[in-house]
């Protein structure tokens, strides 16, 4: 799925601090909180996390360096995720502002103390203990270790009181900047609160059956051969009780399955191209739709990505999958740099957007974007959308796609498309798949699944867990 570039994104060497050595066992949580707080603070500067992640300096033997990589990544998204309460609670608990790594060890501890004993990751000795060593082991932070000590114990001694008037104010509450608040709260009046908390819990590993190698009920005999419990949840979709690492996922090496979330999962389905169709993915990176489309039938596939790093995972997919497709470097909105003047049956238009549907695998989207963003995004949506339009055969379908729960992107933008496209025939389509999260509503006291479409939920009923997404389809008269 499409997930836009931020506009104050900048290069790891820019943030790469020149920090003095980490004199701290690898394997230890203070080196983890380091190294979180190091992408932390990347991302507060306007890098997107995975790239913040991978220029966190890690020097130790591969076997090590793996589990440290590991821990930091969990802490960074840990506190991604409750990053507007641990500021809130810095705010309370600091007089004057402290150094921003200090800060960001502080935000990455209280992240981890902020859990209920039944989540915890560590006990709240060790964080506290491990923040106060890795501050220490900086020698220009060093300074800080008694405020650290301080602040952290202070919030465990005062602990529900803290939280309860951290959650006074609403980006602490929701852990999202006030305007993305008040408007998903515009967009979706009777189930803000079950998005926002959809949004704040990690998404399931779900997997795409390859319909070449297996069906659904084959491959869930094949997991509970192995041990691992799961659950079918779509025609190719299967849901993971706990999530696994990639190389113990039976048959992922040999191309038996992929990771696609369920929602995702619709594309291919929604797009109902046939055998000896000549098909377009537009947008195509990291080839997940590219390639569920090829599962599903013998076609002519053009997959198209602008960035040619993103484009070679493309061609990784395709190879481990034993899929052929023409991968092409190129710009959706220009078409003239390399369409062949062979019109397309089928436009797969997974077009950039805000990803604010996708926050729950992506929680660094929602402190990297702007509400000023919007426009541009919109702008750049139609743009890629009036240039596709023509490159449809006649009877041909476009389907439209955002991993966004924004209706600027969604049905206004399919209604504009409509009504500025004569020969634009809107077919049935999902529309707006709102995230759904069953722990998450049941703690608000909330009925699931959240979504715009009735029949979605009599079909999918409370127990299906899918990221956001609208989908609209036309066809060409």
Same mark, same amino acid.
């Given at each position: 799925?499409?997930?836009?570039?931020?506009?104050?994104?900048?290069?790891?060497?820019?943030?790469?601090?020149?920090?003095?050595?980490?004199?701290?066992?690898?394997?230890?949580?203070?080196?983890?909180?380091?190294?979180?707080?190091?992408?932390?603070?990347?991302?507060?500067?306007?890098? %997107?996390?995975?790239?913040? *992640? #991978? !220029?966190?300096?890690?020097?130790? /033997?591969?076997?090590?360096?793996?589990? =440290? $990589?590991? @821990?930091?990544?969990?802490?960074?998204?840990?506190?991604?995720?409750?990053?507007?309460?641990?500021?809130?609670?810095?705010?309370?608990?600091?007089?004057?502002?402290?150094?921003?790594?200090?800060?960001?060890?502080?935000?990455?501890?209280?992240?981890?103390?902020?859990?209920?004993?039944?989540?915890?990751?560590?006990?709240?000795?060790?964080?506290?203990?491990?923040?106060?060593?890795?501050?220490?082991?900086?020698?220009?932070?060093?300074?800080?270790?008694?405020?650290?000590?301080?602040?952290?114990?202070?919030?465990?001694?005062?602990?529900?009181?803290?939280?309860?008037?951290?959650?006074?104010?609403?980006?602490?509450?929701?852990?999202?900047?006030?305007?993305?608040?008040?408007?998903?709260?515009?967009?979706?009046?009777? %189930?803000?609160?079950?998005? *926002? #908390? !959809?949004?704040?819990?990690?998404? /399931?590993?779900?997997?795409?059956?390859? =319909? $070449?190698? @297996?069906?659904?009920?084959?491959?869930?005999?094949?997991?509970?051969?192995?041990?691992?419990?799961?659950?079918?949840?779509?025609?190719?979709?299967?849901?993971?009780?706990?999530?696994?690492?990639?190389?113990?996922?039976?048959?992922?090496?040999?191309?038996?399955?992929?990771?696609?979330?369920?929602?995702?999962?619709?594309?291919?389905?929604?797009?109902?191209?046939?055998?000896?169709?000549?098909?377009?993915?537009?947008?195509?990176?990291?080839?997940?739709?590219?390639?569920?489309?090829?599962?599903?039938?013998?076609?002519?596939?053009?997959?198209?990505?602008?960035?040619?790093?993103?484009?070679?995972?493309?061609?990784?997919?395709?190879?481990?999958?034993?899929?052929?497709?023409?991968?092409?470097?190129?710009?959706?909105? %220009?078409?003239?740099?390399?369409?062949? !003047?062979?019109?397309?049956?089928?436009?797969?238009?997974?077009?950039?957007?805000?990803?604010?549907?996708?926050?729950?695998?992506?929680?660094?989207?929602?402190?990297?974007?702007?509400?000023?963003?919007?426009?541009?995004?919109?702008?750049?949506?139609?743009?890629?959308?009036?240039?596709?339009?023509?490159?449809?055969?006649?009877?041909?379908?476009?389907?439209?796609?955002?991993?966004?729960?924004?209706?600027?992107?969604?049905?206004?933008?399919?209604?504009?498309?409509?009504?500025?496209?004569?020969?634009?025939?809107?077919?049935?389509?999902?529309?707006?798949?709102?995230?759904?999260?069953?722990?998450?509503?049941?703690?608000?006291?909330?009925?699931?699944?959240?979504?715009?479409?009735?029949?979605?939920?009599?079909?999918?009923?409370?127990?299906?867990?899918?990221?956001?997404?609208?989908?609209?389809?036309?066809?060409?008269?």
């Amino acid at each position: 799925m499409t997930r836009s570039a931020s506009n104050r994104r900048v290069a790891p060497k820019a943030v790469a601090a020149r920090l003095s050595p980490l004199h701290l066992a690898p394997d230890s949580l203070g080196f983890a909180l380091d190294g979180a707080a190091f992408a932390v603070g990347a991302v507060r500067k306007g890098m %997107a996390l995975p790239a913040a *992640l #991978a !220029a966190v300096p890690v020097s130790a /033997p591969a076997a090590m360096a793996g589990h =440290a $990589r590991g @821990a930091i990544q969990d802490i960074a998204y840990r506190t991604l995720r409750r990053l507007g309460t641990a500021d809130v609670l810095i705010a309370q608990l600091v007089r004057k502002a402290p150094a921003a790594h200090v800060g960001d060890v502080l935000a990455c501890a209280l992240a981890l103390l902020a859990d209920d004993a039944q989540h915890a990751a560590y006990t709240p000795f060790t964080v506290v203990d491990q923040a106060v060593t890795a501050i220490g082991a900086r020698r220009e932070f060093a300074f800080a270790k008694g405020l650290v000590n301080a602040v952290l114990r202070t919030f465990l001694r005062e602990r529900e009181a803290c939280l309860e008037k951290a959650q006074a104010e609403a980006v602490a509450k929701w852990n999202y900047p006030v305007w993305w608040i008040e408007a998903v709260r515009r967009a979706w009046p009777d %189930a803000w609160q079950n998005v *926002l #908390a !959809a949004g704040n819990r990690p998404g /399931p590993l779900t997997l795409r059956v390859n =319909a $070449r190698r @297996a069906t659904v009920a084959e491959y869930l005999h094949t997991l509970d051969a192995n041990g691992i419990a799961a659950a079918a949840v779509g025609p190719h979709a299967v849901r993971l009780a706990s999530p696994l690492p990639v190389d113990r996922i039976p048959g992922f090496a040999q191309g038996v399955v992929s990771v696609q979330d369920a929602g995702a999962q619709r594309a291919a389905e929604q797009l109902g191209a046939r055998d000896g169709m000549r098909v377009l993915d537009a947008c195509a990176a990291p080839g997940g739709k590219t390639c569920h489309v090829l599962e599903l039938a013998d076609v002519e596939l053009v997959s198209l990505e602008s960035d040619p790093v993103r484009a070679a995972r493309i061609e990784e997919n395709l190879v481990r999958l034993g899929l052929s497709a023409s991968v092409i470097v190129g710009d959706a909105g %220009a078409p003239s740099a390399w369409y062949d !003047a062979r019109p397309f049956d089928r436009i797969l238009a997974d077009v950039p957007c805000s990803a604010s549907g996708i926050v729950r695998r992506h929680p660094d989207v929602r402190w990297l974007r702007r509400a000023t963003d919007i426009p541009a995004l919109v702008a750049e949506q139609r743009r890629i959308l009036e240039a596709l339009w023509p490159l449809l055969a006649p009877g041909g379908e476009l389907l439209y796609i955002t991993c966004s729960i924004f209706p600027e992107e969604g049905e206004e933008q399919a209604r504009w498309f409509e009504s500025t496209h004569e020969d634009a025939v809107r077919l049935g389509a999902p529309g707006q798949l709102l995230p759904t999260c069953p722990g998450a509503a049941a703690e608000l006291s909330a009925p699931l699944p959240i979504g715009t479409h009735a029949a979605e939920s009599e079909r999918t009923g409370a127990d299906i867990d899918h990221d956001g997404f609208f989908y609209a389809r036309f066809q060409k008269r």
